[in-house]
């Protein structure tokens, strides 16, 4: 056993670029945040365009009282990606995020990853990409005003969105929270971005084209009545993500024309889950690819029923790959064990007890 030898430096198939919260943050300044947004939601674009070419399921959960631990996966048939994302409302009172997550991007060919990084941040981004990326075909043209209910983590994200890709420029923003929608005025000021902080739910949609609902309550909840929407307007309901929990009176889902992701998750996480499997809904991707039109008429009441799914955060972690070596901002981790012959792991493990000792084994 004496002349076996240890490799201190293991070879480049062992590293996997990681991006950390620290160097996702430094990227989206890097390139800015309204760019970055942009980005992901052309490469969401860009993949729905291919949407026959991925393998699509519902996303897999582990539900608790608390909340949620899902995993979303899906390939392309080239690239397989996932994240792991959670959900758990009450966090925010021990300091915790109420969603948190991580993601992978894999080469199909040979299973070895090509990216880990953060993506609480970057699911933040990726959600007020998709948000925006939809209104563009469903909300009515000239859309300057959107009144935004629930002004937690998500909301700064959904106005910079908006604004970026539709020119949204007036916010009207309420939550049950006060302080929440200080904060989120605070964060929006300079800019372009004019928020008006309204005492009702009610008072914040007036005159407001565009209303998008990003709640956290886990539970069937009614943010907004059928009285409360006229005609012509299009609704981003955000906040509706999980078995049990609903942001709009059934009655609005009845006067819409409803846009979905995938409709079988939608059936099972977003409003869609208050009606009949068999209600008519128009998928996303038919609408972005011209087999299906988006916005027809003034009047129309459109429904962009967003629960999140994976194609979406394929479409992200595509993106921030991309982009890596332009900015640099990513640490290579040690993550896939590197053994000098492909068939001896063990020799590895010997290896490296010689290496600590000291001395051969």
Same mark, same amino acid.
């Given at each position: 056993?004496?002349?076996?030898?240890?490799?201190? #430096?293991?070879?480049?198939?062992?590293?996997?670029?990681?991006?950390?919260?620290?160097?996702?943050?430094?990227?989206?300044?890097?390139?800015?945040?309204?760019?970055?947004?942009? &980005?992901?939601?052309?490469?969401?674009?860009?993949?729905?365009?291919?949407?026959?070419?991925?393998?699509?399921?519902?996303?897999?959960?582990?539900?608790?009282?608390?909340?949620?631990?899902?995993?979303?996966?899906? !390939?392309?048939?080239?690239?397989?990606?996932?994240?792991?994302?959670?959900?758990?409302?009450?966090?925010?009172?021990?300091?915790?995020?109420?969603?948190?997550?991580?993601?992978?991007?894999?080469?199909?060919?040979?299973?070895?990853?090509?990216?880990?990084?953060?993506?609480?941040?970057?699911?933040?981004?990726?959600?007020?990409?998709?948000?925006?990326?939809? #209104?563009?075909?469903?909300?009515?043209?000239?859309?300057?005003?959107? *009144?935004?209910?629930?002004?937690? #983590?998500?909301?700064?994200?959904?106005?910079?969105?908006?604004?970026?890709?539709? &020119?949204?420029?007036?916010?009207?923003?309420?939550?049950?929270?006060?302080?929440? !929608?200080?904060?989120?005025?605070?964060?929006? *000021?300079?800019?372009?971005?004019?928020?008006?902080?309204?005492?009702?739910?009610?008072?914040?949609?007036? &005159?407001?084209?565009?209303?998008?609902?990003?709640?956290?309550?886990?539970?069937?909840?009614?943010?907004?009545?059928?009285?409360?929407?006229?005609?012509?307007?299009?609704?981003?309901?955000?906040?509706?993500?999980?078995?049990?929990?609903?942001?709009?009176?059934?009655?609005?889902?009845?006067?819409?024309?409803?846009?979905?992701?995938?409709?079988?998750?939608?059936?099972?996480? &977003?409003?869609?889950?208050?009606?009949?499997?068999?209600?008519?809904?128009?998928?996303?991707?038919?609408?972005?690819?011209?087999?299906?039109?988006?916005?027809?008429?003034?009047?129309?009441?459109?429904?962009?029923?967003?629960?999140?799914?994976?194609?979406?955060?394929? *479409?992200?972690?595509?993106?921030?790959?991309?982009?890596?070596?332009?900015?640099?901002?990513?640490?290579?981790?040690?993550?896939?064990?590197?053994?000098?012959?492909?068939?001896?792991?063990?020799?590895?493990?010997?290896? !490296? *007890? !010689?290496?600590?000792?000291?001395?051969?084994?």
């Amino acid at each position: 056993m004496s002349n076996i030898k240890y490799n201190p #430096a293991p070879s480049d198939l062992a590293y996997v670029p990681f991006v950390s919260v620290d160097n996702m943050m430094k990227t989206v300044h890097a390139i800015g945040v309204e760019e970055f947004m942009m &980005g992901i939601a052309a490469y969401i674009e860009e993949d729905f365009l291919r949407w026959e070419s991925f393998d699509k399921k519902p996303r897999i959960p582990a539900h608790a009282p608390q909340g949620v631990i899902e995993l979303m996966p899906t !390939s392309d048939g080239k690239t397989f990606g996932f994240k792991y994302v959670n959900g758990h409302p009450e966090n925010t009172k021990d300091g915790r995020q109420t969603v948190t997550g991580f993601g992978v991007l894999s080469d199909l060919a040979t299973g070895y990853p090509v990216l880990f990084t953060e993506m609480t941040i970057l699911t933040a981004l990726r959600t007020a990409a998709n948000s925006a990326l939809a #209104a563009k075909y469903l909300a009515p043209k000239g859309s300057k005003t959107m *009144a935004i209910i629930g002004n937690g #983590a998500q909301s700064d994200f959904q106005c910079l969105a908006f604004k970026a890709m539709l &020119g949204v420029d007036h916010i009207r923003a309420y939550d049950i929270d006060p302080d929440a !929608s200080i904060r989120l005025a605070r964060n929006l *000021a300079g800019t372009g971005i004019d928020v008006t902080i309204c005492k009702t739910a009610e008072d914040a949609i007036e &005159g407001a084209q565009i209303i998008t609902t990003v709640t956290a309550d886990k539970k069937y909840a009614t943010i907004l009545t059928d009285n409360m929407v006229g005609p012509g307007v299009h609704i981003n309901a955000v906040g509706g993500d999980c078995p049990g929990k609903t942001e709009l009176h059934k009655d609005i889902l009845l006067r819409s024309d409803i846009f979905v992701e995938f409709p079988d998750q939608t059936h099972i996480e &977003g409003e869609f889950q208050q009606l009949d499997r068999d209600h008519p809904v128009t998928e996303l991707w038919e609408v972005y690819s011209g087999k299906a039109p988006g916005r027809t008429s003034e009047n129309q009441i459109t429904l962009f029923d967003s629960v999140g799914f994976a194609i979406e955060d394929f *479409a992200a972690l595509r993106y921030v790959r991309d982009i890596l070596p332009k900015t640099g901002f990513f640490e290579k981790l040690d993550l896939l064990a590197d053994p000098d012959d492909p068939r001896d792991l063990f020799g590895m493990v010997l290896r !490296s *007890a !010689s290496k600590d000792n000291g001395a051969a084994a």
